[in-house]
Structures are given as structure tokens and as C-alpha cells.
């Protein structure tokens, strides 16, 4: 099995004999499958169809796709806004006014190139762009999605790689923990007599019962066996994630969480500074597994 990457672009280019057009999406780490669609106007009946194209290859992630076109056939007719253009004409001569002499002169070609002065089409020539031309469109959209996935899968492998290495890593600081010799009974053992003999030198009066119940307390909080047994357990779920089929990246985000929960208690229970060193080398580890695992889909 291969992890996909939620990360990635692809593009697509097409041309007939009356438009060019070129198709780009992105996509970025999302808890859900969101897109955002850029096209150009009267081609918004579009959307339902790439939305439909989108989840029929993909789980989770931020889409924008986005479609330039540019018509190449001669018969374009060429429509100028004159409202618009007398309006920005009058402007230009009032802040040419204020500006005074020296200000440069508002050229002709500068104003037809503001957005909205110039268009080519008519609204009954972008309904039909849709009509004529949207299954050639989404043909092209369609190997740029295609494109897409394989980079998110590429990704994914690569991914794969740097997520089994930090288990493993994890693996290997659970088992430096385990034989630590700060855990061993003896260990135990002398400091619980360190810190009774310190409590008796200063003079404290304790019942002896009551003095080995708290000695017995202070055993069982210091024990982390049960920590070390479920990060063992954590270790082998996300080995398992790794093997199987489809999404996981949901499940691996809630076991990273979990992977934290029991370290940080590992360190709270430490008695001694090696194993509290183990305990913040284990949390970098889960940390760096938690920035990797936000990228798989």
C-alpha cells in the first residue's frame, strides 16, 4: 500500500480550433474535501461537474482549480464598456488637473486595458462557451486531475519512507525506556530508602504502616509499564495503518495525539533524568510523526 500526499499540482492544456485554454490545480492539507473554483465567466455550469470529478479521485484536501482561455478565432466580436471608458476618461482629466502640468498624460492604451473597458464576448456568447466547448473542457480538466493524483501518490511513497522511520525511532526510544536501569526494582528500592531517611532525619514522626503505604504509592506512580505497553500497542496500530488500503489519514492524526498523551505522562512519572531525557526525545520524535502525518490524505 502507498500513502497519498493531500499536497501537489498538476496542469493541462488544450486547444481547438477556436480557444486555447489551460486548466491548474493545486491542493493543500484539509480536514475535508474543499475546492475553490477560478473560471471565467459563463462557465460556472461547470462547477457541479468538477466537484464531481474531484471526489471521484480524492478524499481529503484544498483544492483551487482554475481555467484561463483565450479565443483564437477571428470572428470574436469586441464589445467596449463607452460608459465605463467616458467615466475613467473624465476621472483622468481631473487628476490630470490636480497633478498639474508636469504629471504624464493617461494614453489611450492604458485605459483599454483596465479591466472591464474591453470584452470580447456578449452574455449569450459565454452561455454557449459552456454549451460548445464543456466536454472538450473537463476532457482536459480531466488529465490534469489525473496528473494531479499521481504526484499526490509520488508524494505520499516519500512520505511513507520518513513515517516508518520515525516509528521505528519511536519503537526504539519505548524499548531504551523499558530497560532503563532507573526502572529496576533495586533502583526503586534505594530511593524510596533515600527519601524515607531524609523524612526521619528531620524529625518527622510517621506511623511505620502509614510510612509503607506511602512508600507503596510512590512505587506505583513512579511505574510507567502501563505507558510503555500502550506506545508498544500505538507502534504496531501505525504499522498497520501503514499496510492498508485507502485513506488513513484521519486515524493516524487521532493515534499521533495519542502517541503525545503517553509520553507527556512518561515524562510526568520520570524518576530520574535519563529517563526524562528518553521521554523528550520520544515527544520530538511524535512531533515530527504529527507535522508528517498532517500531509497524508
Known sequence: MTLKSMTGFARAAGENEALNWVWEVRSVNGKTLDARFRLPPGLESLEPEIRKALSGRFRRGNFQVSLQ???TSRNTNLRINRAFLDLLVEEARHLAARLGPGAAPVSPAQLLHIRGVVDTEDDGARTRLADEYGEALLQS???ALDRLARVRKEEGGRLETVLREQIDEIAHLVKEARNNPARSPEAIRERLQEQV???LDA???LDEERLYQEAVL???KADIAEELD???SHVAAARELLEQDGPVGRRFEFLTQEFNREANTLCSK???ASLTRTGLALKAVIDRLREQVANIE
Open 197 to 199: 531517611a531524609r523524612i
Open 141 to 143: 480538466l480531466n488529465e
Open 69 to 71: 482561455i483565450i479565443r
Open 203 to 205: 524529625g518527622t514522626e
Open 230 to 232: 500502550r506506545l508498544d
Open 218 to 220: 510512590l512505587a506505583a
Open 270 to 272: 520520570s524518576n530520574a
